[in-house]
T-cell receptor, first 115, second 113 residues
Framework: GNSVTQMEGPVTLSEEAFLTINCTYT??????LFWYVQYPGEGLQLLLK?????DKGSNKGFEATYRKETTSFHLEKGSVQVSDSAVYFC??????????????FGTGTRLLVSP | DAMVIQNPRYQVTQFGKPVTLSCSQT?????MYWYQQKSSQAPKLLFH???????NEADTPDNFQSRRPNTSFCFLDIRSPGLGDAAMYLC????????????FGPGTRLLVL
């Protein structure tokens, strides 16, 4: 079945440092890939997504590129802020013409940014 | 703004006392989901409605039920809450399943005494 593997956290960085959170996946066909962010005590918010190979999703300075050859969707940000401290979930769902498939989450990576 | 709303944000119940959590959406989406999220874990899908069709996950306990009286509202009923049911409950919606983006509500944190 489909699965997502994320690097374990916590990831601890100083403000303005470069961020990478690794995500790899196993899936048949061409799934859609997502990064969701969860701030303390809140629900999940969609951060970015990509629906086909070589697509780059971007939002709020975060980027991730759908790499089919390496089955990866790593999250990057050039300069993190304290306000980016949160838990980040990589997820996938079935591609087009695959019928209904639920969202499959990774285990989440906690990011802690200090001033 | 169109959104997913969950009430209440915090719910305290007693062991074995039925409790209902509610979710509403203004997105007019076909699909509504209920997830359970325990501390430091990924959300776990309990069930979803595709329009009026209910789809239960195989490992969802019978203690958890759901109702969707119309497109906008969906309820999660826990018939006899146990201590292990204390968690954050997240509602989400999507216009269809599969590759469509899911939009999450803020969650209801359930405490069982």
């Amino acid at each position: 079945g489909n699965s997502v593997t994320q690097m374990e956290g916590p990831v601890t960085l100083s403000e303005e440092a470069f961020l990478t959170i690794n995500c790899t996946y196993t899936a048949t066909g061409y799934p859609s890939l997502f990064w969701y962010v969860q701030y303390p005590g809140e629900g999940l918010q969609l951060l970015l997504k990509a629906t086909k190979a070589d697509d780059k999703g971007s939002n709020k300075g975060f980027e991730a590129t759908y790499r089919k050859e390496t089955t990866s969707f790593h999250l990057e940000k050039g300069s993190v802020q304290v306000s980016d401290s949160a838990v980040y979930f990589c997820a996938l769902s079935g591609g087009p013409n695959t019928g209904f498939q639920k969202l499959v989450f990774g285990t989440g990576t906690r990011l802690l940014v200090s001033p | 703004d169109a959104m997913v709303i969950q009430n209440p944000r915090y719910q305290v119940t007693q062991f074995g006392k039925p409790v209902t959590l509610s979710c509403s959406q203004t997105l007019n989406h076909n699909v509504m989901y209920w997830y359970q999220q325990k501390s430091s874990q990924a959300p776990k899908l309990l069930f979803h409605y595709y329009d009026k069709d209910f789809n239960n996950e195989a490992d969802t306990p019978d203690n958890f039920q759901s109702r969707r009286p119309n497109t906008s509202f969906c309820f999660l009923d826990i018939r006899s809450p146990g201590l292990g049911d204390a968690a954050m409950y997240l509602c989400a919606t999507s216009s269809r399943g599969g590759m469509e983006t899911q939009y999450f509500g803020p969650g209801t944190r359930l405490l069982v005494l």
